[in-house]
């Protein structure tokens, strides 16, 4: 009978256990939002949802896409979305009350219907705007030559259609050569502004088409900023550079619809992989592409996205758009658009794709500050200006900075005396910005891309070995110790030797942990960082995966020289010019007569 009692008391107790874990599940179902909380929303659902929407604009550097009608955090597995279309117009009203706390200013991007008449209405979120600060996005524009990358690029940023025989490049050509020939040989800058309701600002000279940048910045509230790169074999190198030292957010590759996947079309997409920069395709010029040619190449553009591991999503509506747009930074959706510079086809579409894409890059704002330079000017009554990317901290007015490394691999400190942001002056620069300094009492000879200005905290040092771990693209023959390359490694770009490897051999597709020299200067370079490396036709990407500061190099030389010193001690004189003992230099001298007098 105690038995039994006591299994009786031991079931009960399970019992017990088991409700109070069912009782914290349901009380972990009942904290996420239900779709309709906006109706009727309490005290503690108001809280909880301006916490989530001020945390994804802590995350988003001051935007978020948020849809009313769908649950927050929900942990049912087939949730209900939306709101009875009769009663949308009450959410909305409550969801502009809590935007107004906050404070932030939301703009109706599309509604959604769902089934049983429920609808829910997807809605960007920004920040009030302020002045001199905006959201700043960098796209990387690539794709083959006679793509209609600057075609397209002046469509978008001057908002004035082309005339199917290149009138909207001219207004972005920077050189004679480039109105001559019809093709981009340098780095080009261009600039699209939004205000915060996400109407774009840019508001082109009508007589010489010319954009006021400090204008557009001051209006808008995002700014994204269009990388033209080349699209000639010829210019691969320039290329190159564009994407690793300019630091793209994303990569627009664009495709002729007439032409199709030709040239370096493959190549740029690679490029753009193997540094994870989040792709999405431009297929332009279908208003002079016949129907079957287009579908071909449509075709080929869906094998090819699949081969690189991307879902295919064709853009046909605004409701596409925002699909688009919450997904592509995880990088497995591959956005694909189909516009006409000359009709105006599907713009739209992407200009507001442009507009409420999110940012990806994490923030390290609390860290030393980082800035690695990748152009150098000379302005006459300022002197040198060093423009490049902040990749982590945050840089003020007055700030000292180290400013290297030099030949010699030395970093000298430089004051911060000026800072533009896109022709604007501004008093500080935050992580993941793009902004120009004015280098006081320094010559521009003594600046060069691929420098960096950090904060002292971090006690920089410069390399001029590294190790990295590689893997090889396409090459002719085979890699062996020795080989010479030239490396791409953010902004640096100089020729290095590959000192030691794993394999005896390297071939194409193959991996391995290798180390680098450079043959002409240290450089300043950090472990994780993506390097690309080009030789002819080789092409090979890896990440940097360890540094040998240069102080143990020195060590290492001075080393070797007491070692020479010491091996040389041991013996009894300095060696002859010759290599021949003096006695025997004697007796070769001697003829043989003198020897046998010498004898008697």
Not at 170 to 186: A, I, M, N, Q
Not at 234 to 240: A, D, N, Q
Not at 259 to 281: D, F, N, R, W
Not at 316 to 330: I, Q
Request: glycine letters at 8%; a positive charge.
């Amino acid at each position: 009978m105690d038995r039994i009692q006591e299994n009786q008391k031991k079931a009960a107790n399970l019992c017990e256990l088991y409700a109070e874990e069912d009782d914290n599940q349901e009380e972990q179902k009942q904290t996420g939002l239900d779709a309709q909380f906006l109706l009727h929303p309490t005290p503690e659902d108001i809280e909880k949802y301006t916490i989530h929407l001020r945390k994804l604009l802590m995350e988003g550097e001051g935007e978020c896409l948020i849809e009313i009608g769908h649950p927050i955090n929900s942990n049912s597995k087939n949730p209900k979305i939306g709101i009875p279309e009769d009663s949308i117009q009450k959410a909305i009203d409550a969801h502009q009350k809590i935007l107004e706390k906050i404070p932030a200013v939301g703009t109706k991007v599309v509604q959604r219907k769902h089934d049983k008449n429920r609808v829910s209405e997807v809605y960007l979120i920004r920040d009030p705007p302020e002045e001199k600060d905006f959201i700043e996005a960098r796209v990387a524009v690539v794709g083959n030559v006679d793509a209609g990358k600057s075609t397209l690029l002046g469509v978008l940023t001057h908002s004035a259609l082309d005339d199917g025989r290149g009138a909207a490049r001219t207004k972005l050509f920077r050189h004679k050569h480039e109105f001559e020939s019809g093709r981009t040989s340098s780095v080009g800058n261009d600039i699209l502004g939004f205000d915060v309701h996400g109407n774009v600002v840019n508001k082109p000279d009508p007589h010489n088409h010319n954009l006021d940048w400090v204008q557009i910045g001051s209006d808008c509230a995002k700014l994204v900023t269009f990388i033209d790169l080349a699209g000639h074999e010829k210019y691969l190198k320039t290329t190159i550079f564009g994407m690793t030292g300019h630091m793209p957010d994303y990569t627009m590759l664009m495709i002729g619809a007439n032409m199709g996947i030709i040239g370096t079309t493959k190549e740029h997409l690679s490029l753009a992989l193997s540094l994870q920069v989040p792709v999405y395709l431009v297929v332009t010029k279908i208003d002079m592409c016949p129907a079957n040619i287009l579908e071909e190449t449509m075709k080929n553009i869906t094998r090819l996205v699949r081969s690189a591991k991307k879902l295919p999503i064709l853009v046909r509506t605004m409701d596409d758009v925002v699909h688009a747009a919450v997904n592509f930074p995880s990088k497995k959706v591959c956005p694909i658009f189909q516009v006409s510079n000359v009709e105006g086809t599907n713009l739209p579409l992407l200009r507001q794709f442009l507009n409420i894409v999110p940012l990806r890059r994490s923030l390290n704002e609390n860290d030393p500050a980082h800035f690695q330079i990748d152009d150098i000017y000379w302005v006459d009554g300022v002197g040198t200006i060093a423009s490049g990317t902040l990749l982590s901290g945050t840089i003020r007015l007055n700030d000292i900075l180290l400013l290297g490394p030099t030949s010699n691999g030395d970093f000298q400190p430089v004051p911060i005396k000026s800072i533009h942001r896109k022709r604007m002056p501004v008093g500080i620069v935050k992580c993941g910005q793009s902004a120009s300094f004015a280098l006081k009492k320094i010559p521009k000879k003594d600046v060069r891309k691929g420098m960096v200005l950090v904060d002292p905290k971090i006690k920089p040092v410069a390399s001029m070995l590294f190790e990295a771990e590689i893997l090889v693209l396409h090459h002719p023959t085979t890699i062996k110790p020795n080989y010479q390359a030239m490396l791409h490694i953010g902004s640096v770009r100089q020729t290095a030797t590959l000192v030691s490897m794993g394999k005896e051999v390297l071939r194409t597709g193959d991996r391995d942990k290798v180390q680098f020299k450079f043959i002409r200067q240290p450089e300043y370079i950090r472990p994780g960082t993506k390097m690309v490396f080009r030789e002819g036709r080789t092409k090979a990407v890896g990440t940097v995966s360890s540094v040998v500061p240069q102080e143990s190099l020195a060590q290492q030389r001075a080393k070797a020289k007491d070692g020479r010193n010491k091996h040389y001690g041991k013996k009894s004189g300095p060696k002859p010019p010759n290599g021949k003992p003096k006695v025997e230099k004697q007796l070769e001298s001697l003829s043989i007569d003198k020897l046998a007098d010498s004898a008697a």
